[in-house]
């Protein structure tokens, strides 16, 4: 149980153009998703929190028009990266947060989208 | 503010030896939870174990074994009898019981198991 699926695993995308990364909950209801960002060698960064239903919450330094986040339904969010550059060639990460029972507190994390901007 | 500090950056060691990834945190707050991730090349994070700040009981989970002191504010991750296998980065993270599930990681420890 508690699996979290993100697609697609890897991309690759020309400067300007917009891509799409889904984030699915597949055994559980996700009321909170999270959206991570690591660049090579580095940390991962939180970048925003989705709430279904609601808007998202992002970061200090996350551009909001950039990295736009739609949690419509408690088992899919969704990262669209608008207008891609370079710059924004990372791994991004999301996780997503159980609604109830035991596993209430517990936050799983999907296997990654490698994105690379040409 | 939270804050947590992997203040090595690459271990290297020689299979069948003993490591110790060392990992110190920062926060104000009373409850909290901290967490061990495994992050082996192929990107997917392995949860390895979480720990609330009222248990500070040492926990061994076969050749895994963590040492929790709030006195010190560290939560060290020790690997007895390293593998090849076990070479990957290992993040230390914080889950502050008030902010709604946010993780801090720390910058992790990139663990190098040598044949």
């Known amino acids: 149980g508690a699996v979290v699926s993100q697609h697609p695993s890897w991309v690759i995308c020309k400067s300007g153009t917009s891509v799409k990364i889904e984030c699915r909950s597949l055994d559980f209801q996700a009321t909170t998703m999270f959206w991570y960002r690591q660049f090579p060698k580095q940390s991962l960064m939180l970048m925003a929190t989705?709430?279904?239903?609601?808007?998202?919450?992002?970061e200090q330094g996350v551009e909001k028009d950039k990295f736009l986040i739609n949690h419509a339904s408690l088992t899919l969010s969704t990262l669209t990266v608008t207008s891609a550059h370079p710059e924004d060639s990372s791994f991004y990460i999301c996780?997503?947060?159980?609604?109830?029972?035991?596993?209430?507190?517990?936050?799983?994390f999907g296997p990654g989208t490698r994105l690379t901007v040409t | 503010a939270q804050k947590v500090t992997q203040a090595q950056t690459e271990i290297s060691v020689v299979e069948k030896e003993d490591v110790t990834l060392d990992c110190v945190y920062e926060t104000r707050d009373t409850t909290y939870y901290l967490f061990w991730y495994k992050q082996p090349p192929s990107g997917e994070l392995v949860f390895l174990i979480r720990?609330?700040?009222?248990?500070?009981q040492n926990e061994i989970s076969g050749r895994y074994s963590w040492n929790f002191q709030k006195s010190t504010s560290s939560f060290n991750f020790t690997i007895t009898a390293s593998q090849v296998v076990d070479s990957a980065v290992y993040f230390c993270?914080?889950?502050?019981?008030?902010?709604?599930?946010?993780?801090?990681f720390g910058q992790g420890t990139e663990l190098s198991v040598k044949p």
């Open positions: 993270a914080l889950r502050d019981y008030n902010q709604g599930g946010k993780l801090i």
């Open positions: 996780s997503a947060r159980d609604r109830a029972g035991p596993r209430g507190h517990e936050q799983y």
């Open positions: 720990r609330n700040s009222f248990d500070e």
């Open positions: 989705s709430n279904e239903g609601s808007k998202a919450t992002y």
